[in-house]
């Protein structure tokens, strides 16, 4: 807050015009924390990351929320691993019958948020996470192939195409309840996630026209939920027994 006025203490007195700032106790608590990276490499390409975490109060309780934005897996959009190749074939006697050279390029985004509030309910304590990450993998693979060496005519053309996304979601907590001796607890988990993908690999000819192409999509999905109860009876400073169900 900004106040501006006149001022009665010692140190201000023949100033015409006073600034006061004024920090609330409840901004100091409750901090958000930016953190970003750029990465410029000597091609031109430029990759960032970015990290944000933060704590807020939220229904009477306490919230933590924390997320990244990473392309630097490799290198980040346009500037992905990229390797040149080549390749030889020989026959059983030794004579080479192909040679082949091009590029492979991969691509990675990385997606990252958590998550984690607590809360006294008196009797009760309240424990809450979660948690979310989404990953987009892209790779491409480009041959020209001469026959039979590299001195020899272009022949064939070959691309490959491969893309993947993974997502994962996690979701659970505990309620606790203590008496003198007892403790009980109420905890569940659940955990869902999928994968996508699909690959397709073509062989054209010299002037572009299509030979063959083949492609896959395998899907895959998972997950599992947990219900579990315990109970803890502390009988003295060195034995407990402790009961549980899932």
Not at 71 to 98: C, H, I, K, M
Not at 103 to 111: L, S
Not at 120 to 143: E, K, M, Q, V
Not at 168 to 190: L, Q, S
């Amino acid at each position: 807050e900004m106040v501006t006025g006149a001022s009665a203490t010692l140190d201000m007195r023949g100033q015409t015009k006073v600034v006061n700032v004024v920090v609330n106790e409840d901004a100091l608590t409750e901090p958000i924390t930016f953190d970003a990276t750029a990465r410029y490499t000597h091609d031109g390409r430029t990759t960032p990351q970015l990290q944000m975490s933060t704590r807020r109060s939220l229904f009477g309780g306490s919230l933590n929320v924390s997320g990244v934005l990473n392309t630097l897996a490799n290198n980040g959009p346009g500037g992905g691993s990229f390797v040149d190749g080549q390749r030889a074939r020989f026959n059983a006697g030794g004579a080479q019958t192909e040679f082949a050279e091009g590029f492979t390029q991969q691509e990675q985004i990385v997606r990252q948020l958590n998550l984690e509030y607590e809360r006294d309910l008196g009797p009760y304590a309240l424990r809450l996470n979660g948690a979310w990450s989404g990953a987009d993998f892209d790779g491409a693979r480009f041959f020209r192939s001469y026959t039979p060496d590299f001195n020899g005519s272009l022949t064939t053309l070959e691309s490959n195409e491969a893309r993947n996304f993974q997502e994962a979601m996690v979701i659970g907590g505990d309620i606790e309840r203590k008496f003198d001796n007892i403790d009980a607890k109420v905890i569940t988990y659940n955990r869902r996630e999928r994968s996508n993908n699909s690959a397709r690999f073509a062989a054209f000819s010299a002037p572009g026209s299509l030979i063959s192409a083949n492609t896959s999509e395998p899907n895959s999905k998972a997950g599992e939920s947990i219900l579990r109860g315990q109970v803890n009876w502390k009988l003295n400073d060195r034995h407990s027994i402790e009961i549980a169900a899932e």
